[in-house]
């Protein structure tokens, strides 16, 4: 069977779980109930995400890795897939949200509900293929964008685990699938740590049996509904009643778009076009106490540090496509999280999003570096945007393919500073992959892991094929820059 046809389910945008008319919630505090009866709904920019999502442009995200395959396999090489399943499996009580679906009620009975999902099976979820010959690290990449690429099935929780048995090594791949509905990339970080382990040894105890709370029904999704509604009415006229917290949520919203609109629009390069649906995936690894040596002595950030390089990856691809003039400055999104340090455990994406300019025409990584970080300083005065009303999520879905604010997108997240392990096997490198969608066809994920500096370049196959000489690019702007590239631990081509 290939990856396609293993995959297949209905396609974004068609019908999600529905409401089944007479069914009630059974129990309190499990399931779709969140609190005082309250059910919990599809938040405004998770339904943007599902838009956009409908409009042909998988929103999900993902985390491929590697892990020790001599602790995972078995005496004769063999991947345990059924213990791996049954590890898992034992750790889901403590992420609810990967034994949820998203319920569509009837038209007038308000946004998507959670609930839990009756007919959930761990076997539909964490599966595997095997990489193909030579099992090297581009063999891996090609499987990880393969697998990547479908749509998430909206008629189960969304997420997948994928082993990836067949690296060169011994060891054996791993690439996580997470909807954005179900988390951003900060979220995603707590939730895998629900299913990765913190030291090596045997499973975790078998947890109490877990008994689905039924979807809820007609009755119960309108007293919702209207509970709702009236809490909004009394919510605007409280706010009617205080002017100034008026003023001050206007400002607030003209601050968050005041950077993207008061410098006019993005430079026209040859890679913003409308992005297809195959992707190509670079690495690129460097040591992370290294980096944050060189931001302290540079005055800013690793985040500054990793900008700068991402720049020059830019500025290679335009210098080999002929592109590259003076003066050019690109503009990347820099994803920013815009949830509270302690909201880590709740699910759902809270991100938004900070524009920030690269100056690629600068040669020397250095002087490239300190205007990054004093950039950077400026931009952080302004709160992040995140596009909340209706409108302006559809305005921003219409504007996607033909937009001139982005060029490029890149993520930083920091992940585990001490090892995971994978039904007991160690992960031994962990990368997280964004998407592409709209016009922008190129995207750098980071995340810290271990003491290592990971990023992931990702790209459309067809507008960049030429995606190597843009991670060569961030390579080589590391090794200049001190922040110390290394090598990783799968053979390479």
């Avoid at 709740?346 to 990584?365: H, K, Q, T, Y």
């Amino acid at each position: 069977m290939t990856a396609s046809e293993e995959t297949a389910g209905p396609a974004a945008g068609e019908p999600m779980v529905r409401a089944r008319a007479g069914r009630r919630s059974a129990r309190a505090g499990g399931g779709p109930v969140r609190r005082a009866g309250r059910l919990e709904r599809l938040s405004p920019v998770d339904a943007a995400n599902m838009r956009v999502e409908s409009h042909g442009r998988p929103m999900h995200v993902a985390a491929l890795g590697v892990v020790d395959g001599a602790s995972l396999l078995d005496a004769a090489g063999r991947l345990p897939l059924e213990e791996v399943r049954a590890d898992l499996d034992r750790r889901l009580h403590l992420a609810p949200r990967l034994r949820q679906v998203l319920v569509r009620p009837r038209p007038g009975l308000g946004p998507p509900a959670w609930a839990d999902d009756a007919r959930f099976e761990i076997g539909r979820h964490v599966r595997a293929r095997a990489v193909a010959p030579p099992g090297d690290e581009a063999a891996l990449l090609a499987a990880c964008a393969e697998l990547n690429q479908p749509p998430l099935d909206r008629s189960r929780p969304l997420w997948e685990l994928w082993l990836l048995p067949g690296l060169a090594d011994g060891n054996v791949g791993l690439l996580v699938r997470l909807h954005h509905a179900v988390a951003d990339g900060v979220a995603a970080i707590a939730l895998m740590g629900a299913l990765f382990g913190t030291a090596p040894g045997p499973p975790p105890p078998l947890a109490p049996p877990w008994r689905p709370t039924p979807a809820p029904g007609t009755w119960q999704l309108f007293t919702d509904t209207w509970r709702r509604r009236a809490d909004a009415v009394a919510a605007a006229g409280a706010r009617l009643g205080h002017p100034a917290a008026l003023a001050h949520a206007a400002d607030a919203r003209a601050r968050q778009l005041r950077p993207a609109l008061g410098e006019g629009l993005a430079p026209r390069v040859s890679w913003n076009r409308p992005a297809g649906t195959r992707r190509r995936l670079s690495l690129v690894r460097a040591d992370l106490a290294s980096a944050k040596a060189v931001a302290h002595a540079h005055g800013g950030t690793v985040n500054d540090v990793v900008l700068a390089a991402v720049a020059d990856g830019a500025r290679q691809l335009l210098a080999s496509r002929g592109e590259l003039r003076p003066g050019l400055v690109l503009k990347a999104t820099v994803a920013a999280a815009a949830r509270d340090p302690g909201d880590l455990a709740r699910a759902g994406n809270r991100a938004a999003i900070m524009l920030v300019p690269l100056p690629v025409s600068e040669p020397d990584p250095a002087r490239r570096l300190a205007q990054i970080a004093r950039l950077t300083r400026a931009r952080k005065r302004y709160p992040p945007y995140q596009p909340t009303g209706r409108f302006a999520q559809r305005a921003m879905i219409r504007a996607m393919p033909r937009q001139r604010l982005v060029n490029l997108f890149t993520s930083n997240l920091p992940g585990p500073a001490a090892p995971v392990y994978l039904a007991g096997a160690r992960v031994l490198e962990l990368f997280q992959v964004g998407a592409v969608q709209g016009n922008v066809t190129v995207a750098a994920g980071v995340l810290s892991y271990t003491g290592q500096l990971n990023i992931t370049i990702l790209g459309d196959a067809d507008a960049v094929p030429d995606l190597n000489t843009f991670a060569g690019g961030v390579r080589e702007a590391l090794t200049q820059l001190g922040a110390r590239a290394t090598a990783g631990q799968m053979p390479s081509t």
